[in-house]
């Protein structure tokens, strides 16, 4: 690989502009938008000319096949009022879309991949209208940029995104696993992380927080028309909240002291830090649909394994913010080490990393990611089913243990192995149920798979707002 897949990362998370998109359009599909009462022809018709590429485009789009016109359209005056409002939405937005895919670089042809774009989002918006999805111009939206991990990369690392190209058509693989060798990285991986604005930290954590407080700070420029109430940090371990210190943190590899007080003073801003297992309890009951009144555990399968308790209405905390570290309750004594110093504790065997500890084992080569692990298990490896139905049966296990401590009406799993919940989720059921004591409790995914541990950090503010 000629360039470090951080590096690639680092790149693509510091595009500030995919690559710039036309200064007009948000005030164009701002107007476009409107309510057909207040839509003023001349105005619109006035955005678009002063790009006349993007003028040119529309009319070229407006006459074509997809419209079906008997009599060409040459005045943009004439497409705005024959096509609609809603169409010449979908013109503006797609031609947009051509204008982002840098040429010349690579041997990507922009107009095929905006054709390709295209017919995704209009097969996307006609199957929106046949499922009955409330909102087929979102499905359209979501297909047109479906591919704009391309796009990122594209602009960040043609020579490489040329090789990956090269290799899925000499060896007539699929572009992403072409991707993921040459790159290290996919598409849809480039994508996400335009989407969701990540910022990939240096590897030495002494050097972190300076680049955290630079992201937050260009977020909140970019958003200067909004007020921030604050600033939510999940911890995978648990920081003393006077002190900021980490004081149980086996599997966080980096100082996290005075985190919090250093981007409060940067920032200004109220910051409110938690451990992320109590933050996805918190989310659940602000943003899920369980009654906030009952009693759940959510349980947060990652590295190790945590569990937020929301009893009685409120976090249960204990001495020193400590309760609810069942992922560090012994189920094997002759199992293997954990980073807490024990053995054998639940998350030694039911983690992402005994999952691909198991594979190994099976297997007798190592998977590089546990997304690579699950991807595996879908395309019906057997080491790969293997080594999760064992994970999930182990997790099964553990849950009957909360099962008969807590006696929750509900259990919510967060982490990645929900991405495989039709496969895995009813094993993890079927061992819970094994439970003699008390009645079993719901069992179910967290709704937004791994976006609930992002929203989790919204709720420790909302949370903040009540004390
Ligand atoms: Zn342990």
């Given at each position: 690989m000629a360039i470090a897949l951080s590096e690639i990362s680092r790149k693509i998370a510091d595009l500030d502009n995919i690559p710039t998109v036309p200064a007009l359009l948000v005030p164009l599909l701002k107007r476009l938008g409107e309510p057909a009462e207040d839509v003023n022809v001349t105005e619109i018709v006035n955005l678009i000319s002063y790009d006349k590429s993007l003028t040119a485009q529309c009319l070229h789009m407006a006459n074509?096949?997809?419209?079906?016109?008997w009599t060409p359209l040459d005045n943009l005056r004439t497409t705005v009022i024959a096509l609609g409002m809603q169409r010449m939405r979908d013109i503006a937005l797609s031609c947009t879309l051509l204008t982002l895919v840098p040429r010349g670089r690579t041997s990507v042809d922009p107009a095929v991949f905006w054709e390709h774009s295209l017919g995704c989002a209009l097969v996307c918006r006609q199957f929106a209208h046949k499922i009955g999805f409330p909102d087929p111009a979102k499905a359209y939206l979501a297909g047109l940029l479906h591919d704009v991990g391309v796009v990122a990369e594209l602009c960040v690392v043609p020579e490489e995104f040329q090789a990956a190209l090269d290799l899925a058509r000499s060896q007539g693989i699929p572009l992403h696993e072409a991707e993921a060798t040459?790159?290290?990285?996919t598409h849809c991986d480039s994508g996400k992380i335009v989407a969701q604005n990540v910022v990939v930290l240096p590897d030495d954590p002494r050097n972190a927080i300076q680049p955290m407080i630079a992201a937050i700070r260009k977020l909140m420029a970019a958003h200067s028309d909004r007020s921030f109430d604050g600033i939510g940090i999940c911890l995978p371990g648990r920081a003393?909240?006077?002190?900021?210190?980490?004081?149980?943190?086996?599997?966080?590899?980096w100082p996290i002291a005075s985190i919090k007080s250093r981007i409060q003073k940067a920032t200004e801003l109220r910051v409110e830090m938690d451990n992320v297992a109590n933050a996805c309890a918190l989310s659940e009951v602000w943003f899920?649909?369980?009654?906030?009144l009952h009693d759940l555990v959510v349980v947060n399968v990652s590295e190790g394994i945590g569990t937020g308790i929301f009893a009685n209405g409120r976090l249960l905390r204990g001495a020193n913010g400590m309760a609810g570290e069942f992922g560090h309750v012994q189920m094997d004594a002759e199992g293997p080490e954990c980073g807490c110093g024990?053995?054998?504790?639940?998350e030694t065997i039911a983690s992402n990393r005994a999952g691909l500890r198991y594979y190994q084992e099976y297997r007798g080569t190592a998977v590089p990611s546990f997304a690579a692990l699950l991807k595996m298990a879908q395309a019906d490896d057997a080491c790969g089913v293997k080594a999760l139905e064992k994970m999930a049966l182990a997790l099964g296990r553990g849950l009957r243990m909360i099962a008969s401590a807590l006696a929750p009406s509900e259990i919510i799993i967060v982490g990645d192995i929900t991405n495989a919940w039709h496969r895995f989720g009813p094993l993890i059921e079927m061992e819970l149920r094994?439970?003699?004591?008390?009645g079993v409790p719901k069992l179910r995914p967290s709704f937004e798979g791994n976006a609930a541990r992002l929203r989790s950090a919204v709720a420790l503010v909302m949370n903040g707002n009540m004390v």
């Open positions: 074509s096949p997809l419209y079906g016109r040459a790159l290290g990285l003393d909240p006077l002190l900021e210190e980490a004081i149980f943190a086996p599997n966080l590899k899920g649909d369980s009654d906030g024990s053995r054998g504790c639940w094994k439970n003699a004591l008390s």
